[in-house]
């Protein structure tokens, strides 16, 4: 599984700690890629923005599954679950993690980085991300009740895909400088390129970096 981390803007200065964090938490033969916000980035990007990419990645094939947050971590679960392709949970206890990753098996994890993130904080950050990788996703929970919480899951996924656009909709409604904005952030572009497997949407992306 190839495992994102991408946070807002505003706690931009939680990123490695966010980033080492997950590496301890994943599986040996997971891969972790980090896209930052960096601490030395300039650029602004609002929680939205952060979930447009989030999105792009996940539907590109780029990567599996995304670690994400904002201050409350709230901003940056409703704007995906707004997105094409994003089921995401907002995870603040380690029981909400495992509850999700076991029940849910969405494939976005949102944290509050701000809120709530005081003395000793990052314990229960690492106990939060241990859990959300704790065994196989969407498995079920608990054991005498699995096969009808794998179910619902998968009419929630499915229902999640019923109920929004495609991106090939969704960028003729966007301000043009917000896509353009998102298309210009190389770590993420270059990435969708180079491990992408959706090679329909990959060639839908290339043709507006072309364009713009």
Same mark, same amino acid.
């Given at each position: ?33 980090? %896209? !930052?916000?960096?601490?030395? /980035? *300039? =650029? ?6 952060? +979930?447009?990419?989030?999105?792009? @990645? ?78 196989? %996703? !969407?498995?079920?929970?608990? /054991? *005498? =009740? ?6 619902? +899951?998968?009419?929630?996924?499915? @229902? ?53």
């Amino acid at each position: 599984m190839r495992v994102a981390v991408i946070q807002g803007t505003t706690r931009r200065n939680m990123n490695s700690l966010l980033f080492e964090s997950v590496k301890k938490a994943v599986q040996s033969s997971d891969e972790v890629l980090n %896209f !930052g916000i960096f601490e030395e /980035e *300039n =650029e602004q990007y609002s929680y939205v923005e952060i +979930a447009m990419m989030i999105s792009l @990645l996940i539907e590109s094939g780029a990567v599996d599954f995304v670690v994400t947050g904002c201050s409350s971590g709230q901003g940056m679960m409703l704007a995906c679950n707004s997105l094409p392709g994003l089921l995401c949970g907002y995870i603040e206890t380690p029981q909400d993690a495992f509850l999700f990753g076991q029940i849910n098996g969405g494939n976005v994890a949102s944290l509050p980085l701000g809120l709530n993130f005081g003395w000793q904080g990052e314990l229960n950050l690492q106990y939060t991300l241990d859990k959300l990788f704790d065994g196989e %996703f !969407g498995m079920g929970y608990p /054991e *005498n =009740e699995a096969e009808r919480k794998r179910l619902e +899951a998968s009419a929630l996924k499915d @229902l999640n895909q019923l109920t929004k656009r495609s991106w090939e909709e969704l960028v003729e409604q966007l301000p043009t400088d917000t896509f353009t904005k998102l298309l210009q952030r190389k770590i993420v572009m270059n990435a969708i390129i180079t491990n992408g497997t959706n090679e329909e949407f990959i060639r839908f992306l290339k043709a507006k970096i072309g364009k713009k």
